[in-house]
Nanobody, 118 residues
Framework: QVQLVESGGGLVQPGGSLRLSCVTS????????MYWARQAPGKGLEWVSR????????GYTDSVKGRFTVSRDNANNTLYLQMNDLKSEDTAIYYC???????????RGQGTQVTVSS
């Protein structure tokens, strides 16, 4: 079955960096657009970034442009999100999803917590 497992979250000070990973299985990773989404405390799911199957197209929500970089390794079925210059408003649970279905729990992982605080 489809599995997505995020890791790499943690507690970091403002201005710090984290690299999230999402290891996938159960589907043909290299044929899917992949997404990162996040849910901040008390808020709804928000799309953060997306990447096309062979990395030719990438997109970011305005609030993370210039700070976050999405990438993927199709040989190892893994998605990444490099997050630099983190801000308190980046605090959230971060999810990866197969396609734009990040609202469907069956299409995303269990999430990894990112907390930005001094």
């Amino acid at each position: 079955q489809v599995q997505l497992v995020e890791s790499g979250g943690g507690l970091v000070q403002p201005g710090g960096s984290l690299r999230l990973s999402c290891v996938t299985s159960g589907f043909t990773f290299s044929t899917w657009w992949m997404y990162w989404a996040r849910q901040a405390p008390g808020k709804g799911l928000e799309w953060v970034s997306r990447i096309s199957p062979y990395s030719k197209q990438k997109g970011y929500t305005d609030s993370v442009k210039g700070r976050f970089t999405v990438s993927r390794d199709n040989a190892n079925n893994t998605l990444y999100l490099q997050m630099n210059d983190l801000k308190s408003e980046d605090t959230a649970i971060y999810y990866c999803s197969k396609g734009a279905n990040y609202g469907d729990p069956l299409s995303r992982g269990q999430g990894t917590q990112v907390t930005v605080s001094s």
